[in-house]
């Protein structure tokens, strides 16, 4: 966590071998609206300090003054126009997206205990497009689009698999069956592990016969449908604490997937006709 915390502030720290260990000049001031310094327009607020100082197990004067020698070192960065570098800059985005999903699963642990629904068993129909290397990721979204439509309206697992089934799809590998009932972790009966992503959607679905949008995986393109909610063997304490941080997972990964459909509906993505050629290009030229 110091780490992607530390380099929104000093992506650039690295340019500055000179900078030493020697601590920066300090000057009093009799407030600073509640943080602990500020480094020019940095403010440095004691919440980062002391996150700082656990991580690197150091006392928070160390961690203070490091932060200190960062913020200069980066503003330095800046003065040199190293910020508009690509790869500082893309480190700087790749930061702030690795710190959403630790946001939102502290987001999801103060929601509060387990509900019945989280520590029920689900089952559900399902078909994915499969990926495979030489299916095209438009080819594969194009196929679970059209699953998504057949399936609309399915009055029964029944229905769903046999308008799933009928949907053509020539240059791709498709598998429609029922998976589950399985739980907050994953594990379904069979005590087989399922995918986060699979689980989170699945648990998103509210009534019987709902259908998921396409679901993205690290296995293909998923169209899911609730068949069954039910409730778990056992007693719901037992549950809770067998089961308490996989929900807390899973209210989180629902927030990050509802997060990034939202954007990837309001984003313009485009990507270039020869992009396999260009990254090709890229990964076998000499370092």
Known sequence: MSATLRLLLAATALAFGGC??????????????????????????????????RAQGSPPGVALEELVRDALAAQGGVARGLDRDPVVSWQSTTALARRVPAQLLDVAAAQGPPTDDELALVSVEHAVVLRSP?????????????????????????????????????????????????????????GGSLDARFVAAAFALRAPLETSPVVVSPFGWHVIQLVERKAADGSRADRARELGSAVVRMRARMRVDALLRTRTERAKIEISPAADALMAKATSAPQ
């Open 20 to 53: 030493g260990h020697s601590s920066p000049p300090r000057e009093a001031s009799a407030s600073l609206d509640g943080v602990v310094a500020r480094v020019g327009s940095v403010g440095l607020p004691p919440s980062l300090v002391a996150e700082v100082a």
């Open 134 to 190: 030489s299916l095209r990721e438009e080819d594969a979204l194009e196929v679970a689009a059209a699953i998504h439509t057949a399936v609309l309206g399915a009055r029964s697992a029944e229905e769903f698999q046999g308008r799933a089934n009928v949907v053509a799809h020539p240059r791709a590998q498709v598998i429609v069956q029922p998976v589950g009932p399985f739980g907050a972790d994953g594990i379904d009966s069979s």
